[in-house]
């Protein structure tokens, strides 16, 4: 919150006069989508004293596994954009980065598919049960037994995902090292100054943080809610893709226009 009240007047000023274009939608999910979880999150853990259905837990909790996606791959994306824009190569290496990156991320996307599936299909806990899933008695709405089931069975896939997820992580920051190192071997200037003005230490930062998290992630494994180290790198990975879309957004738009309507464009 405090982030996003230090950077409103930056937001309003730089993007808000954007046209509604593939740059600006993406920085405003990135921005805002934290916000929608948050209140997903206050939804299912606040003590309202009502009793949801089946239906409507089955429900919030589908929606809360969506917008959680899109936290964590967004960020991805944009850090692949800034690569690209950083090494100005066609946009057929950008295609082929992010090919590989959606194989990766379906890796890890299948199965918290099934695992979510597997969630809810569990039985609604009874009102009465003395088990620690019951929350009625404690004022929680949503009660039955189906976002954290057993880990019986499903350690092995969990783990092949976490080492998908890290894998992935890697790629990206090798990938990130070799395009600076392509970038900037024939530099002669003063390379931290030309590397903070391309966005260079954001870059760096966010292939960091991604690795972190992916270690974080990976260690754990049993699905309870995260800890506060996997929390923290979230808060700040978020923060730094921010500050590198203030300068992907044209890139963004750029990318996304198709050669013959730059053409159009210039010779008007």
Request: net charge positive; aromatic share 10%; with cysteine.
């Amino acid at each position: 919150m405090c982030q996003y009240l230090t950077t409103l007047e930056e937001e309003i000023s730089i993007i808000w006069p954007q046209k509604w274009r593939k740059g600006k939608m993406l920085f405003l999910i990135i921005r805002y989508n934290p916000f929608v979880l948050t209140l997903l999150v206050l939804i299912d853990n606040l003590r309202n004293y009502s009793v949801d259905g089946p239906g409507s837990c089955e429900a919030i909790s589908l929606v809360r596994f969506v917008v959680t996606f899109i936290n964590n791959v967004a960020p991805e994306l944009v850090l692949l954009i800034l690569l690209h824009g950083v090494l100005g190569t066609k946009r057929r290496y950008l295609a082929l980065s992010t090919s590989l990156w959606m194989v990766l991320s379906l890796g890890v996307l299948i199965p918290q598919i099934m695992y979510f599936q597997k969630g809810t299909q569990a039985d609604a806990v009874p009102r009465t049960s003395d088990s620690g899933f019951n929350r009625f008695g404690r004022g929680y709405a949503c009660s039955w037994y189906m976002f954290y089931p057993t880990l019986k069975g499903w350690e092995s896939s969990l783990r092949i995902e976490a080492f998908v997820s890290l894998a992935k992580s890697l790629c990206t920051s090798a990938l990130a090292i070799t395009i600076f190192s392509l970038r900037y071997r024939s530099n002669r200037g003063p390379l931290v100054k030309v590397v903070r003005r391309d966005g260079g230490v954001c870059i760096l930062s966010l292939a960091a943080i991604r690795i972190g998290l992916a270690v974080a992630t990976g260690m754990n494994l049993n699905l309870q809610p995260v800890s506060a180290d996997t929390s923290i790198g979230l808060i700040v990975h978020h923060t730094f893709t921010q500050v590198g879309l203030w300068r992907a957004h044209d890139h963004i738009d750029i990318l996304c226009t198709s050669e013959k309507q730059r053409g159009t464009r210039k010779r008007r």
